[in-house]
T-cell receptor, first 113, second 115 residues
Framework: SQKIEQNSEALNIQEGKTATLTCNYTNYSPAYLQWYRQDPGRGPVFLLLIRENEKEKRKERLKVTFDTTLKQSLFHITASQPADSATYLCALSSGAGSYQLTFGKGTKLSVIP | GAGVSQSPSNKVTEKGKDVELRCDPISGHTALYWYRQSLGQGLEFLIYFQGNSAPDKSGLPSDRFSAERTGGSVSTLTIQRTQQEDSAVYLC?????????????FGSGTQLSVL
């Protein structure tokens, strides 16, 4: 069956360090992968999208990689700040032309001052 | 402009009662989605509306759940004869066209508690 796993439920890092979150999937051939940020009591907010033919995408302090051989995406936040503390969700499209996203359970990131 | 608006933000109901949850998408967005987020679980797809096309109801967990979208805008998710396992956050999202790869704009959700 199709499965999405985010490496850990919670990740604590020191302010200024790089946070790395992992999203692994099985039995998928996703056309693209998205990352969202969710704060308590709020809906997810879109951060980045990466397509299957792209290896890396950057936006300010954020970087996403996508390895379709390893079936894995890495999400990096460089120079992390306490304001980056939130839950981060990865989401996959089940295929080209598909509107339906399947979400992982998320990783709760805490950046400690 | 305004984002996706959901109401109520919180709803407490008794087991067996019916509830209606409302979603007001971003103006001009033709695609509308309902997701459910239970504690410790990922977002679970429920239903998708795109323009005047028949909705994709494949994610609805039982026939107690239904949704409609009037005039291509506001949507209502109805849960009949609520059960305790229906307790969750119900999230609505919209996107401009519902095309593959489009980012979703989410509302803040309705926290439903069934006692």
């Amino acid at each position: 069956s199709q499965k999405i796993e985010q490496n850990s439920e919670a990740l604590n890092i020191q302010e200024g360090k790089t946070a790395t979150l992992t999203c692994n999937y099985t039995n998928y051939s996703p056309a693209y992968l998205q990352w969202y940020r969710q704060d308590p009591g709020r809906g997810p907010v879109f951060l980045l999208l990466i397509r299957e033919n792209e290896k890396e995408k950057r936006k300010e302090r954020l970087k996403v990689t996508f390895d379709t051989t390893l079936k894995q995406s890495l999400f990096h936040i460089t120079a992390s700040q306490p304001a980056d503390s939130a839950t981060y969700l990865c989401a996959l499209s089940s295929g080209a032309g598909s509107y339906q996203l399947t979400f992982g359970k998320g990783t709760k990131l805490s950046v400690i001052p | 402009g305004a984002g996706v608006s959901q109401s109520p933000s919180n709803k407490v109901t008794e087991k067996g009662k019916d509830v209606e949850l409302r979603c007001d998408p971003i103006s001009g967005h033709t695609a509308l989605y309902w997701y459910r987020q239970s504690l410790g679980q990922g977002l679970e797809f429920l239903i998708y509306f795109q323009g005047n096309s028949a909705p994709d109801k494949s994610g609805l967990p039982s026939d107690r759940f239904s949704a409609e979208r009037t005039g291509g805008s506001v949507s209502t998710l109805t849960i009949q004869r609520t059960q305790q396992e229906d307790s969750a956050v119900y999230l609505c999202a919209s996107s401009p066209q519902g095309a593959s790869g489009e980012k979703l704009f989410f509302g803040s959700g309705t926290q439903l508690s069934v006692l």
